[in-house]
Structures are given as structure tokens and as C-alpha cells.
């Protein structure tokens, strides 16, 4: 799995705002391809709307000698990517039909990797004043969540202490203190060199989780619950 984050612009509907492609198989033909962002204001006029959509790499080319996809032409909106050669980056052009609106090519950096292609993704909304406001916020990992395991978090910040304005976060690692139980799983992901610490909950359906963040493990258990729901699971 190969997990990319960067920027995405589309119109006044999506303005500067973080987004993630996640490929869990790879680039070929009919490998499926999720993605997820929120949008800045979409066309009823909510605000901070998160968006998830699935779906599959459609066409697989050369462009000046550069490898190529596009994926997503079963949604309303589409991608070409130009993958870069050690697969670390991809350049990303989004349009919304071949004759359509096409906005500027966007780069976006390998954010995450992980050794197997099944995944679980969910998603869910954030909030620590005053950096961030209902701010879209994604875990990322393996669906047996055992200790080990690669996992995710990732968000956007409204603005940080510096004054600069949405801001990605991602912390990756690998799932510690694993525990499961009658009521669901419990684990936590506290790596050393992350100032963030985290612990979730998911109930026995899989399909909720309870996130917490902190600075220190110690503050964990008195801090809020943020809801995450299931997006995608591959098993």
C-alpha cells in the first residue's frame, strides 16, 4: 500500500485544501484507488464537507517518457498522475469529464507505506482550538490492528502557531499496546520521535472508532473522543 498527501484545488469548491490518495495494490489497470479530502465550501454551500470516494486505475500510459495513470473515470471526478521513478511523488491533474474543467497539476509526497494491501480507513472530523477547526482527520492501517502493524493519522490544520493556514499532519508508525476484549478492540500508537501520542477504540462492528490525541501518554484518558467512522475496508 502507498498512501500520497498534498494539495488539492478545484474551483471555489476546494481551496488549498489536504488530500489523500491512497493506492493499496499499485498503479496497473483495475488496482482500486481511494481518495479522500474535504471541501472548502461544496455547491449547497456547507462548509469543511469531507469526501471519500473508491474506485479503480482506468488507463495506465507513457507521457514524455514518464509513467502515467488515470483513475477514478467511473466518478464524476477523474485524475491523470504522473508517478515519479522512485515512486516517492506523483504529479496529479484533476478534471471533471475529458472536455471539461481542469485544474493546475498538483505534486503530492509518499506519506505512508505499508507491506500488505489490506486496509481500513476511517474518517471523521477534528477540532483543538485554536489550531484546529472541524478540520477532516483520517486513520489509516491494517483491519487485525495487532501490534506491529502499519498505521496512520492524518490531518489538516486550520492555522498553526506560525499564522500559516492548512497545514497537513501525518504521523505514521506501528500499533503498540494492543488489546481486545468483549467490548472491541483497543490500541495505541505512541512513537517516541511524534510529539502526538494516540490511542482508539473500535467497537466489535468495525465500523467505530473512538481517537484520542495527546502530548503525553499519560494525558490520554482525559481527553475527548474524537468519532471516526468507517470508510473502506478491504477484507
Same mark, same amino acid.
Given at each position: 500500500?502507498?498512501?500520497?498527501?498534498?494539495?488539492?484545488?478545484?474551483?471555489?469548491?476546494?481551496?488549498?485544501?489536504?488530500?489523500? !490518495?491512497? !493506492?493499496?495494490?499499485?498503479?496497473?489497470?483495475?488496482?482500486?484507488?481511494? =481518495?479522500?479530502?474535504?471541501?472548502?465550501?461544496?455547491?449547497?454551500?456547507?462548509?469543511?464537507?469531507?469526501?471519500?470516494?473508491?474506485?479503480?486505475?482506468?488507463?495506465?500510459?507513457?507521457?514524455?517518457?514518464?509513467?502515467?495513470?488515470?483513475?477514478?473515470?467511473?466518478?464524476?471526478?477523474?485524475?491523470?498522475?504522473?508517478?515519479?521513478?522512485?515512486?516517492?511523488?506523483?504529479?496529479?491533474?484533476?478534471?471533471?469529464?475529458?472536455?471539461?474543467?481542469?485544474? &493546475?497539476?498538483?505534486?503530492?509526497?509518499?506519506?505512508?507505506?505499508?507491506?500488505?494491501?489490506?486496509?481500513?480507513?476511517?474518517?471523521?472530523?477534528? *477540532?483543538?482550538?485554536?489550531?484546529?477547526?472541524?478540520?477532516?482527520?483520517?486513520?489509516?492501517?491494517?483491519?487485525?490492528?495487532?501490534?506491529?502493524?502499519?498505521?496512520?493519522? !492524518?490531518?489538516?490544520?486550520?492555522?498553526?502557531?506560525?499564522?500559516?493556514?492548512?497545514?497537513?499532519? *501525518?504521523? =505514521?508508525?506501528?500499533?503498540?499496546? !494492543?488489546?481486545?476484549? *468483549?467490548?472491541?478492540?483497543?490500541?495505541?500508537?505512541?512513537?517516541?520521535?511524534?510529539?502526538?501520542?494516540?490511542?482508539?477504540?473500535?467497537?466489535?462492528?468495525?465500523?467505530?472508532?473512538?481517537?484520542?490525541?495527546? *502530548?503525553?501518554?499519560?494525558?490520554?484518558?482525559? &481527553?475527548?473522543?474524537?468519532?471516526?467512522?468507517?470508510?473502506?475496508?478491504?477484507?
Amino acid at each position: 500500500m502507498k498512501v500520497y498527501r498534498g494539495k488539492l484545488n478545484w474551483l471555489i469548491y476546494a481551496v488549498n485544501e489536504t488530500c489523500t !490518495f491512497v !493506492f493499496p495494490k499499485g498503479f496497473a489497470v483495475g488496482d482500486p484507488v481511494y =481518495t479522500a479530502y474535504q471541501w472548502t465550501e461544496n455547491s449547497s454551500g456547507a462548509k469543511k464537507v469531507n469526501n471519500f470516494v473508491e474506485g479503480y486505475v482506468n488507463m495506465d500510459f507513457v507521457v514524455d517518457g514518464k509513467r502515467t495513470i488515470r483513475f477514478h473515470e467511473e466518478n464524476y471526478y477523474h485524475f491523470d498522475a504522473t508517478i515519479s521513478s522512485d515512486e516517492k511523488s506523483i504529479v496529479v491533474t484533476m478534471r471533471n469529464d475529458p472536455h471539461g474543467s481542469v485544474e &493546475k497539476p498538483t505534486t503530492l509526497d509518499l506519506a505512508m507505506t505499508s507491506d500488505t494491501s489490506a486496509l481500513v480507513l476511517y474518517m471523521g472530523k477534528y *477540532t483543538e482550538h485554536p489550531f484546529a477547526d472541524n478540520e477532516m482527520i483520517m486513520v489509516i492501517g491494517s483491519p487485525n490492528f495487532s501490534s506491529g502493524n502499519s498505521i496512520g493519522v !492524518f490531518w489538516q490544520w486550520t492555522k498553526q502557531s506560525g499564522g500559516k493556514e492548512k497545514v497537513p499532519q *501525518t504521523y =505514521t508508525g506501528t500499533v503498540t499496546d !494492543f488489546h481486545q476484549d *468483549t467490548s472491541g478492540i483497543k490500541f495505541d500508537f505512541n512513537k517516541d520521535s511524534n510529539y502526538y501520542k494516540f490511542s482508539m477504540n473500535v467497537d466489535n462492528s468495525l465500523k467505530n472508532m473512538k481517537l484520542r490525541i495527546a *502530548t503525553q501518554p499519560s494525558l490520554l484518558p482525559n &481527553k475527548p473522543d474524537i468519532a471516526l467512522t468507517l470508510q473502506k475496508s478491504t477484507e
